[in-house]
T-cell receptor
Framework: GNSVTQMEGPVTLSEEAFLTINCTYT??????LFWYVQYPGEGLQLLLK?????DKGSNKGFEATYRKETTSFHLEKGSVQVSDSAVYFC?????????????FGRGTSLIVHP | DTEVTQTPKHLVMGMTNKKSLKCEQH?????MYWYKQKAKKPPELMFV???????INESVPSRFSPECPNSSLLNLHLHALQPEDSALYLC???????????????FGPGTRLTVT
């Protein structure tokens, strides 16, 4: 079956620090990969995506590269802000397995201090 | 328009009440989802509608009853809930297989449900 493993949080950083949140996956087919972000009191929103190996998704200063050889999709940002404090979910959709239903990771809470 | 709307934003109900949650999207998506989310946890899939037909029911208790009146609307009818059903209920929509090369989900802001 499909699964997504994320690093356990919370991740606590000072403003302007470098961020990495690790995500690895297992899939029976060839998945599309996503990062969703959930700000306090809100629903999830798509942050970035990648649909094939070596693709880099990017948005709002965040980046993640689809690494098929290491089955990873780590989220990075060069300089975090207090407003980036949120929960980040890594997810995959394995349509080659015949399903468009996503598999979510456990989520990683990010806390950024001024 | 990439918005999914949900009403109400907050709901407090007793264990004998009947209430409904509503969700609407106008992106032409033909898959719509209900999720339950507890604090600091990932969303748990409850139901999936594909082309207005129920395609997945993740063994959800019958006190939760979904309905999809048309391709833009999704309801969740609630009856005789338990305190442990208190959670954030999220609606989402997406394309379905064959309509594109990625199937990202668009989420509503959720309904915060408290069962007393």
């Amino acid at each position: 079956g499909n699964s997504v493993t994320q690093m356990e949080g919370p991740v606590t950083l000072s403003e302007e620090a470098f961020l990495t949140i690790n995500c690895t996956y297992t899939a029976t087919g060839y998945p599309s990969l996503f990062w969703y972000v959930q700000y306090p009191g809100e629903g999830l929103q798509l942050l970035l995506k990648a649909t094939k190996a070596d693709d880099k998704g990017s948005n709002k200063g965040f980046e993640a590269t689809y690494r098929k050889e290491t089955t990873s999709f780590h989220l990075e940002k060069g300089s975090v802000q207090v407003s980036d404090s949120a929960v980040y979910f890594c997810a995959l959709t394995d349509t080659t397995g015949g399903s468009y239903i996503p598999t979510f990771g456990r989520g990683t809470s990010l806390i950024v201090h001024p | 328009d990439t918005e999914v709307t949900q009403t109400p934003k907050h709901l407090v109900m007793g264990m004998t009440n009947k209430k409904s949650l509503k969700c609407e999207q106008h992106m032409g998506h033909r898959a719509m989802y209900w999720y339950k989310q507890k604090a600091k946890k990932p969303p748990e899939l409850m139901f999936v509608y594909s082309y207005e037909k129920l395609s997945i029911n993740e063994s959800v208790p019958s006190r939760f009853s979904p309905e999809c009146p048309n391709s833009s609307l999704l309801n969740l009818h609630l009856h005789a809930l338990q305190p442990e059903d208190s959670a954030l209920y999220l609606c989402a929509s997406s394309q379905v297989k064959g309509r594109g090369d990625s199937y990202e989900q668009y989420f509503g802001p959720g309904t915060r449900l408290t069962v007393t």
